[in-house]
């Protein structure tokens, strides 16, 4: 069931007619918040009504604060600070399944995490806000002394026993590559440990564990990727090769010591699924075949911009995957190295030992490669070896971190590459973002605003053949609305003018302004107009990447 019915039920029960729907809908949306929690801060309906709407639209069963009677064995399944932490309260246990109470039918990840402790099938109902909290002091609040005991009972059942962490860092890596998600973030503060995953670029919260839990699973993880186990001081950086669902998984781990323990982020890297075809990325119509005109040719340096996750490793593998033939030598330097390609040379930056990305490229050089991939110009040193190795006959590929094309060209030059040797060398740049694509099975049709189509710079008069959709709600997209991304691209291809321009030392601003008039650069938020147009994703997923652009 989807938002879309909840709003339905609403109305049907007679709790709102359309115009207070109306007014709750928009008060959730400027605000942030929730539908239902929106409806009841409004004072529009009573919450213990809503909530059993609520429960009806997600197909929960719905546990009534008049009645409730939390079971004694129940109770006992959950040890109470997990049960506090969780914010689940444990009310029957019947045929094997506990059933608990939680406020937010997005949580019902509570059970899988519940589940592990319990030792049984969890199930959840829905039960009000103020009545949750409410039975939660009344039958699972403990005292100081109990809590300490409780927690010294866990940290003696994670030491004594390894077997039940190693079955808990196994789900939570299985569990995220089930949902698609690109990194784990283990995350400790003073009372507890929080898991979240980062689906189609979003954090989302999955689990809160008890912080005693900290200390065995950083302990197994730092494990798994080979790093020291007593340094608890310093940063460490490691790999771990998982396999998964008949599928190798390489996770990039990386540990930082913090105020309340040692805060762990583990990248995802699936090497079957992380190699895509340009076609895949959301490379569409002019862009692509100028894209692929560009890395047909011989020589030159192509650059790919963004900030961090905006998928610039994986444009550029796509760009190589095309260029792979028996008669091309390529050579990457990386760091990491994050998918391997077979038929292509991959070196790996290992800074410890002094082989940085200017060493490999030096070394890179005398192999006679034809194409050669740089993971990051990060120095002046680096830069100018690209330069020149574009000038003697390469093709040269890495990327910078600036958030548009134009930028990139202005900040080679602030690295120290004299402009006549950017001018000479840069044959394009292209920017990119992803966006989130609004899932299938839940969008919904509608017409937006003028408003928000002047937002994005569309005149109404030429939205006729468009469709646009917003986002809804479902089990598939786990109630986000949005399943999968898309890239959107802005490529700057040098012309005379532009080599002039840059030669010249013209500012970002002119030869951006050059780019878009001349008509040979569509920016960012054009491409991203065309696929809101086309009903790929939503006009706040747009605004929500290109509005700082």
Not at 150 to 166: L, M
Not at 217 to 240: C, V
Not at 378 to 387: G, L, N, S
Not at 388 to 408: I, K, R
């Amino acid at each position: 069931m989807s938002s879309e019915t909840f709003r339905r039920l609403l109305v049907e029960a007679n709790l709102l007619d359309r115009d207070r729907l109306a007014k709750a809908e928009a008060a959730s949306s400027s605000r942030g918040t929730p539908l239902e929690r929106t409806i009841v801060a409004l004072n529009l309906a009573d919450e213990v009504a809503v909530w059993r709407v609520l429960a009806k639209a997600y197909g929960l069963k719905f546990v009534d604060p008049g009645k409730l009677a939390p079971q004694a064995e129940a109770l006992a399944k959950i040890p109470k600070e997990q049960a506090e932490q969780n914010e689940a309260l444990p009310v029957l246990f019947k045929d094997g399944v506990l059933w608990i109470a939680i406020d937010d039918p997005h949580r019902t990840f509570v059970a899988d995490n519940l589940s592990f402790l319990a030792g049984c099938s969890v199930q959840c109902a829905l039960m009000p806000p103020q009545a949750l909290k409410q039975a939660l002091r009344k039958h699972v609040g403990s005292g100081g002394g109990a809590e300490a005991t409780g927690k010294g009972s866990a940290v003696a059942a994670a030491e004594g026993e390894d077997a039940p962490i190693i079955r808990l860092v196994g789900k939570t890596v299985e569990e995220a590559l089930q949902q698609r998600a690109s990194d784990i973030h283990i995350e400790p503060f003073q009372q507890r440990m929080r898991v979240r995953y980062r689906i189609d670029g979003v954090l989302k919260e999955i689990a809160s564990l008890d912080i005693a839990l900290l200390a065995p699973m950083t302990s197994r993880l730092k494990i798994m990727a080979g790093l020291d186990i007593a340094e608890k001081r310093k940063p460490q950086d490691g790999r771990i090769a998982f396999k998964a669902q008949g599928r190798d998984i390489d996770i990039r781990t990386s540990v930082l010591p913090a105020s309340h323990g040692e805060t762990i982020v583990m990248r995802l890297l699936d090497k079957e699924r992380g190699l895509m075809s340009l076609e895949a990325l959301g490379f569409e119509g002019q862009d692509r075949e100028r894209f692929q005109s560009i890395i047909a040719r011989p020589n030159g340096i192509v650059l790919v911009t963004g900030p961090t996750g905006s998928g610039k490793t994986t444009t550029l593998y796509a760009a190589l995957k095309q260029l792979n033939r028996s008669d091309v030598k390529i050579i990457t330097a990386e760091d990491p190295v994050e998918f391997n390609i077979g038929g292509i040379n991959q070196c790996q930056v290992k800074s410890r030992i002094g082989l940085s990305f200017a060493r490999i490229l030096r070394a890179m050089l005398r192999q006679a490669p034809n194409v050669i991939l740089v993971g990051e110009i990060r120095d002046k040193e680096t830069a100018e070896i690209a330069v020149q190795a574009a000038l003697t006959g390469h093709l040269v590929f890495s990327t910078l971190h600036t958030n548009d094309s134009a930028s990139a060209i202005t900040r080679l030059v602030d690295m120290g590459v004299k402009p006549f040797l950017v001018a000479a060398s840069v044959q394009a740049v292209l920017a990119q973002r992803l966006l989130r694509v609004v899932c299938k099975d839940c969008r919904q049709r509608y017409d937006p605003s003028d408003t928000e189509l002047r937002s994005l710079g569309i005149d109404p008069a030429n939205t006729r053949d468009a469709t646009f959709y917003r986002p809804g709600g479902c089990p598939v997209c786990e109630h986000s609305g949005y399943r999968g991304r898309l890239g959107i691209y802005e490529l700057l291809q040098m012309d005379e003018t532009l080599r002039e321009m840059t030669f010249r030392g013209e500012p970002m601003v002119r030869l951006r302004d050059y780019a878009w008039q001349s008509g040979g650069m569509s920016t960012l938020l054009q491409d991203g107009v065309r696929k809101v147009m086309a009903g790929q994703t939503t006009i706040p997923e747009l605004l929500r990447v290109v509005a700082a652009v």
